[in-house]
């Protein structure tokens, strides 16, 4: 097993940009909204570096495209970086952009995204474990009785991956091939930053969870 992983990070976050209109310059750029003193799409690596000691884990790449320059220069220089060409039209292009340029080494993709600051390194973990017991089927998060990333797919699932478009991310395959994935639950996985009210629920969050540790 090959397994790279993408962390996508290409959005222009409009709705955050929207919600947070007194702000300027770089905090209305929503991958670089500070989580515990670091930059949003820091702190999501953060959680994703220690897997590449991992013997099933290849790579890690961030995916980036609006405001490519400015978050990059925020990131370890040693992360290797897809730079999407067509992100303004949708996640779904993104990605479909990101699994083209690393499906050759790749016996499986791990995707997840920037936003997602709730899930830990423990479940990524317990998603690469699934993986390896069941390594031809679709391995993704539950919540809500809903599928979502952060999910592993098989190489088997590259050619749809790579014909997504538009706004359709992972979700829609997902939803397709539901009947052959397996799942863990993870609550927080719902949590995703979207606006400056959400970026306060999570650090609330992450506030009672340091009180409770």
């Known amino acids: ?10 959005g222009k976050g ?7 209109p007194n702000q300027v310059g770089c905090d209305t750029i929503k991958q670089l909204a500070q989580i515990n003193g670091k930059p949003l799409i820091c702190y999501s690596l953060e959680k994703l570096q220690p897997l590449l000691s991992n ?23 040693d992360v ?12 779904g292009h993104t990605l479909a952009e990101s699994v083209q340029s690393i499906k050759a080494q ?19 973990q ?13 391995i993704a998060t539950l919540c809500d009785e809903q599928l979502m990333v952060p999910a592993i797919f098989p190489e088997k699932y590259f050619p ?9 991310g992972a979700g829609k395959l997902l939803l397709q091939h539901a009947k052959k994935a397996d799942a863990i639950s993870y609550e927080n996985a719902k949590i995703d930053i979207d ?18 540790e």
């Open 1 to 10: 097993m090959r397994i790279n992983i993408i962390l996508l990070g290409a």
């Open 160 to 168: 749809f991956l790579v014909k997504l478009q538009g706004d359709k």
């Open 80 to 91: 290797s970086i897809i730079a999407s060409q067509h992100w303004s039209e949708g996640m």
């Open 14 to 20: 409009q709705r955050f940009q929207a919600s947070s």
């Open 55 to 77: 013997p099933l884990v290849n790579n890690l790449y961030v995916t980036l495209g609006a405001n490519k320059n400015t978050i990059q220069a925020v990131l370890p220089q």
């Open 106 to 124: 790749s016996s499986h993709v791990l995707i997840t995204l920037a936003d997602q600051a709730l899930i830990t390194t423990a479940h990524y």
């Open 195 to 212: 606006t400056l009210s959400d970026l306060e629920q999570v650090r609330q969050n992450l506030e009672r969870s340091l009180v409770n």
């Open 126 to 138: 317990e998603l690469l474990d699934a993986s390896k017991s069941q390594p031809n089927k679709i």
